[in-house]
């Protein structure tokens, strides 16, 4: 399934997914197959949740990773997608073999 890339500079980070957008600040980017892999794993997920609650999860998981971390950074990549989307990222074979819900894991793997 193809979704339309937008170069959005305003854009506060270098990719985004906001389905059924890929979201990119550098009009280059549309060439990284990894960041935009890496955008598609997050559109995956959405669509599993239905759009809404993905980002309601997304948001508490960010929450309780800034209280247990005290760091943005670190609260970020600790976010279940984050971890799930920058572990498979460059594998460009992954959306084709990952199963159904598969950020679930990234709970336990903590």
Same mark, same amino acid.
């Given at each position: 399934?193809k +979704?339309?890339? =937008?170069?959005?500079? !305003?854009?506060?980070? $270098?990719?985004? $997914?906001? !389905?059924?957008?890929? =979201?990119?600040? %550098?009009?280059? #980017?549309? /060439?990284?197959?990894q960041i935009?892999n ?9 669509i599993?949740l #239905?759009v809404?609650?993905?980002?309601? #999860?997304? =948001?508490? /998981?960010?929450? *309780?990773n800034r209280?247990?971390?005290? /760091?943005h950074? =670190? $609260? @970020?990549?600790n976010i279940? +997608?984050?971890?799930e989307a %920058?572990?498979n990222d460059?594998? !460009?074979? @992954?959306l084709?073999?990952r199963g159904f819900?598969?950020? *679930?894991k990234y !709970?336990r793997?903590h």
């Amino acid at each position: 399934m193809k +979704f339309p890339v =937008l170069h959005l500079p !305003f854009l506060p980070a $270098a990719g985004m $997914a906001i !389905f059924p957008f890929v =979201l990119i600040k %550098y009009s280059e #980017l549309k /060439n990284d197959r990894q960041i935009i892999n890496h955008e598609l794993i997050h559109i995956r997920q959405q669509i599993e949740l #239905l759009v809404i609650p993905f980002f309601i #999860l997304y =948001l508490i /998981n960010y929450l *309780v990773n800034r209280i247990r971390y005290r /760091n943005h950074d =670190l $609260a @970020y990549r600790n976010i279940v +997608f984050e971890r799930e989307a %920058y572990s498979n990222d460059s594998d !460009f074979l @992954y959306l084709k073999k990952r199963g159904f819900s598969s950020w *679930v894991k990234y !709970f336990r793997s903590h």
